[in-house]
């Protein structure tokens, strides 16, 4: 089968050799896997011609784009071949009028966001600068910015897509407007790699902020924090982001990194708002009152304030391999989410350490563990089921992966797991699409 994949791809694109080691091990070293081979294709022909010869030969596939995920989704834990969609980065020319731009999986989103000195990309996240439009579109990407323009699901307005068997569904008119029949881009949306390959999507662009401006204050804690963070998304005009990081894990970042503490007072809870304009000053400033704040209109500053939320991702690293459980509840059960569940994992682990951020203002919390004893799945139970007694989600952006498949039930009923299913023997009859994420 090799010779038949060099003759797709070409001999420097089928990697066998040590080569493969950075495709089988996830962002955050936990996950590891091994694969016969890396095949990286250049475009929509070659992924359908290297799909149709894994169909063939009933060689299961695990599609990868940047291999910033978190729950192990993007790894070859069973020896299946990866797919890397790297080469496929080509940007098409921005769309004014529509505010749409056409770009290839292996795009990444600040490219994305810089596409256009008047427009931006309404999907930030942390891995933005090595994260690519497939694995966003494949995870369902949240991040920084769901409050104002929604996940990715919401930036898609056509996709190019290549199904298991090698067929071409090509779909990028960019309409608004488009009731001819299943909205199979959504579903893809999310899908993990399980349903079909995107290859290429033609996604909105939104305003670039002419004045933004990010405030960070300092909190007693998170019940106070979540008050605040309410208040501001009913009265602060053109907010974008509304989000919370803890002393915990600011801690870890100031002995780490070369952060410096951010607040002439350290507080226990950390609330980083941004708005698109600085017409909001007034709006900030009384929103704040007495506490301890401080305030960024200039690129340098915000960029300095930001990178306290942003480096979040990295604290748990610093201690040990980190279980990275990211969950959400509704609104009115934020706060005893967020309050208990260092408790929670301590019954079971009475040596991790817990850091956690997120999203506040849409009811998600990253819950970083730093386990001290063995990460056998009792870190998952306690979390999950806590989450779950909430009426939560186990899963509010990263995906199931392989991280999270055993608890998938605590999320969703047998039904909808039925319902899955059916789907997904629908567009991958061969069963070789991800085979180990999204249990069948």
Known sequence: MRRSLVDVVGEE???????????????????????????????????????????????????????????????????????????????????????QVTAEAGVTLQRLADAHPDLDFGVAIASRHSATVGGAIATNAGGLRVLRYGPMRAQIRGIETVLSDGTVLSHLSGLVKDNTGYDYPSLLAGSEGTLAVVTKARLRLVPRPRDPVVALLGLPGLADLHSLAVRAVREIPGLVSAEFFTSTGLDVLLRHTDLTPPLSVPTDAYLLLEVSDAGAMEALAELAGDLPAAVASGAAERARLWAYRERHPEAAGFLAPPLKLDVSVPAARWVELATRIGDVVAAVDTGARVITFGHVADGNVHVNIAPGAEADGRHQDAVFGFVADLGGSISAEHGIGALKAAWLPLSRTAAERALFARIRAAFDPAGILNPSVLPR
Do not use: F, I, K
Request: proline share 7%.
């Open 13 to 99: 694109h089928v990697l066998t050799d040590s080569r493969t080691a950075g495709y089988s091990v996830d962002w955050t070293g936990r996950y590891r896997g091994l694969t016969p081979a890396v095949v990286r294709p250049r475009d929509t022909a070659q992924v359908a011609a290297v799909l149709a010869l894994c169909a063939t030969a009933a060689m299961p596939v695990v599609p990868q784009g940047g291999n910033t995920g978190l729950v192990g989704g993007g790894v070859p834990r069973s020896g299946e071949l990866v797919l890397s969609l790297e080469r496929l980065d080509r940007l098409g020319p921005v769309d004014r009028d529509a505010t």
